[in-house]
Antibody, heavy 120, light 108 residues
Framework: QVQLVESGGGVVQSGRSLRLSCAAS????????MYWVRQAPGKGLEWVAG????????NYADSVKGRFTISRDNSENTLYLEMNSLRAEDTAVYYC?????????????WGQGTLVTVSA | EIVMTQSPATLSVSPGERATLSCRAS??????LAWYQQKPGQAPRLLIS???TRATGIPARFSGSGSGTEFTLTISSLQSEDFAVYYC??????????FGGGTKVEIK
């Protein structure tokens, strides 16, 4: 079955960097678009970034553009999110999510999430 | 950016009753709309895509309808496990992919 397991979250000071990983299994990773979606404590869902199945196209929310970088290693079945210049408002649970196919734009499967806390 | 608006913010329903949740888009998204369910402490789960197509394993009591700018998620007879927060999301015109603010379905 499809499994997405995020890691790399933790407490980090404002202005510092953090890299999240998402290990995928149970499907052909290289055939699916992948995303990061976050949820601030007690708030709703916010799409953060997406990457096509082959890594050729990447998209970002305005709130993270220029600070976050999404990437993938199809040989290792792993998705990444490099987060730089972190701010307090980046505090959230970060979910890795899989597209139905190469890049439809909705989230067919989700990981359990990893919490990122940015302290002042 | 397409803005998604959900109503009501909270819906109080008795078990066994019908629940109707609404989602409105600021411009047409055709049928490119998904619904998700999220329970406390859990990741969201896909319920519906294409405005009306149930995801694998989703019970038939969940149904989606609508197109363009107006959408509805109906839960025909609420079960105890259905009390949760529900989000709609458009994928017609992106980036960005956008969610509604959510509707919390609580026990009356």
């Amino acid at each position: 079955q499809v499994q997405l397991v995020e890691s790399g979250g933790g407490v980090v000071q404002s202005g510092r960097s953090l890299r999240l990983s998402c290990a995928a299994s149970g499907f052909t990773f290289s055939s699916h678009g992948m995303y990061w979606v976050r949820q601030a404590p007690g708030k709703g869902l916010e799409w953060v970034a997406g990457i096509w199945y082959d890594g050729s196209n990447k998209n970002y929310a305005d709130s993270v553009k220029g600070r976050f970088t999404i990437s993938r290693d199809n040989s290792e079945n792993t998705l990444y999110l490099e987060m730089n210049s972190l701010r307090a408002e980046d505090t959230a649970v970060y979910y890795c999510a899989r597209d139905r196919s190469s890049g439809w734009g909705y989230f067919q499967h989700w990981g359990q999430g990893t919490l990122v806390t940015v302290s002042a | 950016e397409i803005v998604m608006t959900q109503s009501p913010a909270t819906l109080s329903v008795s078990p066994g009753e019908r629940a109707t949740l609404s989602c409105r888009a600021s411009q047409s998204v055709s049928s490119n709309l998904a619904w998700y369910q999220q329970k406390p402490g859990q990741a969201p789960r896909l319920l519906i895509s294409g405005a009306s197509t149930r995801a694998t394993g989703i019970p038939a009591r969940f149904s989606g309808s609508g197109s363009g700018t107006e959408f509805t998620l109906t839960i025909s007879s609420l079960q105890s496990e259905d009390f949760a927060v529900y989000y709609c999301q458009q994928y017609d015109d992106w980036p960005p992919l956008t969610f509604g603010g959510g509707t919390k379905v609580e026990i009356k």
